[in-house]
């Protein structure tokens, strides 16, 4: 129970962004995000219908898909969020826009979109609209990420936007708020996990490696190596540290081995203990 309530919880708490951002940045900007949210922009400047509703009625035919795709349990979470969205959005609107400078629209109504579809993301459900047509192509395409299919996704609406709306402007401040859209959803979805892949050769690696078992609490793997000059036997330290901490490993290492050759280069996706879990669902 306690589980249910937290995820109806955060559908709610990023359903109630997401219609803010619609609201109170995006639409009054005449911006076309790209998605069904962007269509329905769009469509409220020729259908008389409020941009919410029209929300929701273009998500009917992509929520069957989802049922098709995903099953009962994973439409009903997203057919609350995509009711939610629409209330939120059409609620919002009876306020004024809290900015009509387009870069500021532009960059927070994105940032603040993406903060609302990655809480619902996360909670196992989507906004609907290209939210399934996205997640879908995860399933066939996992090692691409959400935001960069979303990014994808979007182009296309942004030039429908910039033709309906004839304003070329506004089709490239669209264009920015995708962006940071998509910076910002990979972000919440993924955190900020980048870490520091180091590799060290030492004669003193016993010591090194004590060192950064105890006082990094990082694990450490020994790699066999042969040096190519003096044809000696080597034990390299491998690990992966998170990026506050690397400047650590560097102060052990230069105490312990000023002679000692290290590299570290970036690591942007890992999966193991202390990161992400390599058998869970890609979001």
Known sequence: MKSKIKKVFFITCGT?????????????????????????????????????????????PIMILGAWQ?????????????????????????????????????VFGGALLALGMGLVLRSGATTGG??????????????????????????????????????????LYSVLSVAVSSAVLDTVLY????AKMIYIVSDCYEEIARRLLEEIDIGVTYLKGVGGYEKKEKNVIFCVVKKPSAHRVEE????????????????SEIYGEGYKSYFGEKL
Do not use: H, W
């Not at 939610?84 to 826009?97: C, R, W, Y």
């Open 16 to 60: 109630l962004i997401f219609g803010m951002a619609l609201s109170l940045f995006i639409d009054p900007n005449d911006f076309a995000p790209g998605g069904a949210s962007g269509l329905a922009i769009v469509l409220n400047r020729v259908i008389p219908l409020e941009t919410g509703t029209l929300f929701l009625l273009l998500n009917i």
């Open 70 to 106: 995903f099953g009962g349990k994973f439409i009903l979470a997203t057919c609350y969020a995509t009711v939610m969205s629409s209330v939120f959005t059409n609620l919002f609107q009876q306020f004024p826009p809290l900015t009509r400078e387009p870069v500021l629209a532009a």
């Open 130 to 171: 290209t939210d399934i047509i996205v997640k879908c192509l995860r399933r066939q395409k996992p090692y691409i990420k959400t935001g960069t299919l979303f990014l994808l996704v979007d182009a296309v609406v942004i030039l429908i936007g910039g033709i309906v709306f004839r304003n070329v402007e506004a089709m």
């Open 191 to 194: 955190g900020r996990d980048e």
């Open 252 to 267: 052990i290492v230069k105490q312990e081995d000023t002679a000692a050759f290290m590299i570290i280069s970036s690591a």
